[in-house]
């Protein structure tokens, strides 16, 4: 928490400096700027069925339960000026038992400034990407326990969190809204060895894009990341397209030796997002989208959210919680969920949201179509995201490393408890 601290008061002071300069080059417009900060947690307590073969700290072990922070943000942000605008958020996922350490890091830290509504330009460290909603989204407000981590297609090789630094536009003209970005992606240092992985070369922007329509009452676009759930607050129906693109972005081997294959990144996505509050105080919030990944030939990539394994795994999945999560091929993906009028439980209000989401893909390199299914009841206390209690269970396929194919499934239950200052 010291550490924290300190680093919460360089920020506040360096943005009340930045603030005062601004200010006095303003000052026939009289304006105070505003600082505002907040801190917010997600507390989870989960059992999980592992793979096969997995290790907990050099052990083999099948099952196990642990307590983890999934994600800790401090947001500080500043309306520096009626045209500029500044953000970062401190923080870091996944503090365990594996590490004594929390991570704590700077995800975001950039300035924007608007010319009008309609055309706004930023530049520093951000999730201000392209592609789909779900590919930059607000984790306070997710509807699902987790966050739809497919969407986050590069996370942790070529980005920080879904995050790199680089220079963006966006705006809202009419139903329009918009954004367009030119993103630096962290330089891969290791040599992929196997079949293709991100290529060990020189960096080329990563270009992307996400365009939506706006039906019935417009979203905010003061921040990157969208809203999960307006549970009762907001009538909201959108339609959206998005791409992103990155030349030579992948090899199938040392990419700087003549011979290896080089192979641009080239996505593309289209969805709808629904969020109808209904006259009996419930709502229904709902998403559908389709997403045409292409990596280079058979790519594929496991993972398993706050995995709490050490390493092993005898399925093509791996290790832990993992499974083919992100590949060269296609996915449908939907959300679906129903906010119940709010009621009274032991005394306290309460809005109770139960909700399901699958991930079907039909991935280049696996031999069955890839489904997972997640199903989650959130308990918003008073009715929003500041409180929240949600019991989830995620139902993962599991594939044999021979075959390919799918032989079997396995679960994780989790209970997770999300607090914010407000």
């Given at each position: 928490m010291k550490l924290v601290q300190s680093n919460m008061n360089k920020f506040l002071i360096a943005i009340i400096l930045l603030s005062s300069m601004f200010v006095n080059a303003q000052e026939k417009k009289e304006f105070k700027p505003t600082i505002k900060w907040n801190v917010r947690a997600q507390l989870w307590m989960r059992y999980s069925d592992l793979n096969e073969g997995s290790l907990v700290n050099g052990e083999s072990t099948s099952s196990y339960t642990d307590v983890s922070i999934r994600r800790l943000r401090i947001p500080v942000?500043?309306?520096?000026?009626?045209k500029l605008y500044f953000y970062s958020i401190i923080g870091g996922n996944n503090h365990s038992f594996k590490s004594k350490n929390f991570p704590m890091?700077?995800?975001?830290?950039?300035?924007?400034?608007?010319?009008?509504?309609?055309?706004?330009?930023?530049?520093?460290?951000?999730?201000w990407q392209g592609l789909n909603r779900w590919n930059?989204?607000?984790?306070?407000?997710?509807?699902?326990?987790?966050?739809?981590?497919?969407?986050?297609?590069?996370?942790?090789?070529?980005?920080?969190?879904?995050?790199?630094?680089?220079?963006?536009?966006?705006?809202?003209?009419?139903?329009?809204?918009?954004?367009?970005?030119?993103?630096?992606?962290?330089?891969?240092?290791?040599?992929?060895?196997?079949?293709?992985?991100?290529?060990?070369n020189r960096p080329r922007v990563k270009t992307s894009s996400y365009?939506?329509?706006?039906?019935?009452?417009?979203?905010?676009?003061?921040?990157?990341?969208?809203?999960?759930?307006?549970?009762?607050?907001?009538?909201?129906?959108?339609?959206g397209a998005g791409f992103q693109f990155q030349e030579k972005a992948m090899s199938d081997g040392d990419a700087l030796l003549a011979g290896t294959n080089l192979y641009d990144m080239n996505h593309w996505?289209?969805?709808?997002?629904?969020?109808?509050?209904?006259?009996?105080?419930?709502?229904?919030?709902?998403?559908?989208?389709?997403?045409d990944y292409d990596f280079g030939k058979d790519?594929?990539?496991?993972?398993?959210?706050?995995?709490?394994?050490?390493?092993?795994g005898s399925d093509f999945n791996g290790?832990?919680?993992?499974?083919?999560?992100?590949?060269?091929?296609?996915?449908?993906?939907?959300?679906?969920?129903?906010?119940?009028?709010?009621?009274?439980?032991?005394s306290y209000p309460m809005v109770i949201q139960p909700n399901?989401?699958?991930?079907?893909?039909?991935?280049?390199?696996?031999?069955?179509?890839?489904?997972?299914?997640?199903?989650?009841?959130?308990?918003?206390?008073?009715?929003?995201?500041?409180?929240?209690?949600?019991?989830?269970?995620q139902h993962r396929p599991i594939f044999d490393a021979a075959t390919i194919t799918q032989k079997d499934y396995k679960g994780m239950f989790v209970m997770q408890y999300q607090i914010s200052l407000k």
């Open positions: 942000t500043s309306q520096l000026t009626p890091q700077i995800l975001d830290l950039y300035a924007e400034y608007a010319f009008s509504k309609a055309f706004e330009v930023g530049v520093g460290k951000s999730g930059v989204r607000s984790n306070k407000t997710l509807m699902g326990l987790d966050s739809p981590l497919f969407s986050l297609n590069t996370v942790n090789k070529t980005d920080d969190i879904g995050r790199v630094i680089g220079v963006w536009a966006k705006g809202q003209v009419g139903k329009i809204d918009y954004r367009i970005s030119f993103g630096n992606p962290i330089a891969v240092t290791s040599i992929p060895t196997g079949g293709v992985d991100f290529a060990n365009v939506k329509y706006q039906f019935f009452e417009h979203e905010s676009n003061k921040s990157a990341y969208q809203t999960g759930t307006y549970v009762q607050d907001k009538k909201v129906f959108n339609i996505a289209v969805d709808s997002f629904l969020n109808l509050p209904l006259n009996n105080e419930g709502a229904i919030t709902a998403y559908l989208g389709f997403y790519y594929i990539r496991n993972v398993g959210a706050n995995n709490p394994t050490s390493g092993g290790a832990g919680v993992a499974f083919p999560m992100i590949g060269t091929g296609t996915t449908w993906y939907t959300q679906f969920g129903y906010a119940f009028k709010k009621s009274k439980i032991l399901i989401a699958v991930q079907s893909s039909n991935w280049d390199v696996l031999n069955d179509t890839m489904t997972v299914y997640d199903f989650t009841v959130n308990f918003l206390m008073d009715g929003k995201h500041g409180r929240k209690l949600s019991l989830g269970y």
